[in-house]
């Protein structure tokens, strides 16, 4: 699939394609690691599971991925990837979250003894374990700290480490601009339908594609499902991701036209939305 993909964008030059991952694989796969160097970006996850008693096998493996992308990536003149690495924030790992993070900004490929890592993003984990906000306010101040000492090295380091947490009364009126197709065929919501994909279906293609959006989209159905959406066992389920749809209306609602701005965002179609369903 990676072949296919990199002899795609190279052949168009219409898209960038990247990849997200654990990386483990590509520790017992080597030849994965010569397409990925040919994509746009590769970013790797950094499991807080790798600091737990049992899984420092999982853990030799990460930085192994790593080198190993570091170093074929300057043995291929085609290969412009840039390399990220992802850590989570959460309330067991904060006093060795900075020793991680600069171990990574300054990880070296073995060989050329060239800086592996381009990019670190650090973000706050959800459920159970998520950071408390004093915590949040003490690490955003001592990673800004640790930013200014690693210099350039710390130059693509983003900080998002604000609560996770979705609060109960929030109503996504944004979720019209997107959706995710199973491989079943099966059309959802948004990308948080893992705990209860029937609440969040809006229909399906079929698995042979015979069947079309128009058939569904923005019929009754997906209005139902869109109003219909509960914070609790959605946005804010334990395999929920980091929503960007929230953040993104947070910024954006100041701005949005509403039809009635008197009427409070739930329940509020704002001027255009009819166009998007």
Not at 88 to 104: P, V
Not at 221 to 236: E, I, K, L
Request: proline share 4%.
């Amino acid at each position: 699939m990676l072949q296919v993909l990199v002899e795609g964008r190279n052949k168009h030059k219409t898209f960038r394609a990247g990849l997200i991952t654990n990386g483990l694989e590509i520790t017992r796969m080597l030849n994965l690691g010569d397409w990925i160097v040919q994509l746009d970006y590769v970013r790797l996850g950094y499991t807080e599971y790798f600091d737990r008693p049992g899984h420092d096998s999982a853990k030799s493996l990460f930085w192994e991925a790593l080198e190993i992308l570091g170093q074929k990536k300057m043995q291929d003149e085609r290969a412009k990837v840039r390399i990220g690495v992802k850590l989570l924030l959460t309330r067991d790992n904060a006093t060795s979250l900075e020793e991680r993070l600069e171990g990574i900004l300054r990880l070296k490929a073995r060989r050329t003894q060239r800086y592996v890592v381009d990019h670190v993003k650090i973000k706050s984990i959800r459920g159970d374990n998520e950071p408390t906000p004093d915590l949040i306010r003490a690490m955003e101040h001592k990673l800004t700290l640790l930013k200014s000492k690693l210099g350039e090295r710390a130059n693509d380091l983003q900080i998002d480490i604000k609560s996770a947490k979705v609060p109960s009364t929030y109503s996504c009126w944004i979720n019209p601009i997107m959706s995710v197709i199973g491989v079943s065929g099966d059309v959802y919501l948004c990308c948080n339908f893992y705990e209860c994909p029937d609440d969040l279906k809006i229909g399906s293609l079929g698995i042979k594609g015979e069947d079309h959006f128009r058939e569904f989209w923005g019929k009754a159905r997906h209005r139902d499902v869109m109003d219909r959406v509960a914070p609790a066992s959605v946005c804010n389920s334990r395999w929920g991701c980091h929503c960007r749809l929230v953040h993104y209306q947070e910024l954006v609602e100041p701005l949005v036209p509403y039809s009635d701005r008197d009427t409070p965002v739930i329940g509020t179609f704002f001027v255009g939305h009819e166009k998007m369903l």
